[in-house]
């Protein structure tokens, strides 16, 4: 079955850093690029960057630059997002959802997972 | 960054209906244009891709249209698995930048 698994909800405090996981299963881990998004609370959608699992390499949405770092595990088929300095502006479920390798004309998405809430709070 | 203006914000609508939904790009973005559907507590999901390509799985009553800037989403016939939250995205240029949201509602 293709799917895209994610952690468990978190709760995290200003300043700190959070780490989500998007377990693949059902396919060839390296043919496809996984992305991350997050949406806030009652909000749009927001595009995070996105990592190439064969190669490593990624591409970062400037406003998370050097805040944001996207691995990936070929090994367990497993990706990863790492947020530091949270802030509660940083509150919103994220969302890891699979596009086609290549060029930015392939990025849309066929596949997603269910989220992961990150709640930022004192 | 590319905005994206989604119209209207929300609308009300009868079983049955043909509802269309706008976007509009800042800039041109050729056909690399997308739809999505969500529902309260879902993921999103593709239904339109490449502004007219009908992802597989979704029914036909949805289709798309448009190039350049302007583009629009079109429901046949609105049925009740069909009030949701619809968002576009474009796939032209990073960032990739979504509409703010489209919510179909019961009249």
């Known amino acids: 079955q293709v799917q895209l698994v994610q952690s468990g909800a978190e709760v995290k405090k200003p300043g700190a850093s959070v780490n989500v996981s998007c377990e693949t299963s059902g396919y060839t881990f390296t043919s496809y690029y996984i992305h991350w998004l997050r949406q806030a609370p009652g909000q749009g959608l927001e595009w995070m960057g996105r990592i190439n699992p064969r190669s490593g390499g990624t591409s970062y949405a400037q406003k998370f630059q050097g805040r944001v770092t996207m691995t990936g595990d070929t090994s367990i088929s497993t990706a990863y997002m790492d947020l530091s300095r949270l802030t509660s502006d940083d509150t919103a479920v994220y969302y890891c959802?699979?596009?086609?390798?290549?060029?930015?004309?392939?990025?849309?998405?066929?596949?997603w997972g269910r989220g992961t809430l990150v709640t930022v709070s004192s | 960054d590319i905005q994206m203006t989604q119209s209207p914000s929300s609308l009300s609508a009868s079983i049955g209906d043909r509802v269309t939904i706008t976007c509009r790009a800042s800039?041109?973005?050729?056909?690399?244009l997308n739809w999505y559907q969500q529902k309260p507590g879902m993921a999103p999901k593709l239904l339109i891709y490449?502004?007219?390509t009908v992802q597989s799985g979704v029914p036909s009553k949805f289709s798309g249209s448009g190039s350049g800037t302007d583009f629009t989403l079109t429901i046949s016939s609105l049925q009740p698995e069909d009030f949701a939250t619809y968002f576009c995205?474009?796939?032209?240029?990073?960032?990739?930048?979504f509409g703010g949201g489209t919510k179909v509602e019961i009249k």
């Open positions: 490449d502004a007219s």
């Open positions: 800039q041109s973005i050729s056909r690399f």
């Open positions: 959802a699979r596009s086609l390798a290549g060029t930015t004309f392939y990025w849309y998405f066929n596949l």
């Open positions: 995205q474009q796939s032209y240029i990073t960032p990739l930048t």
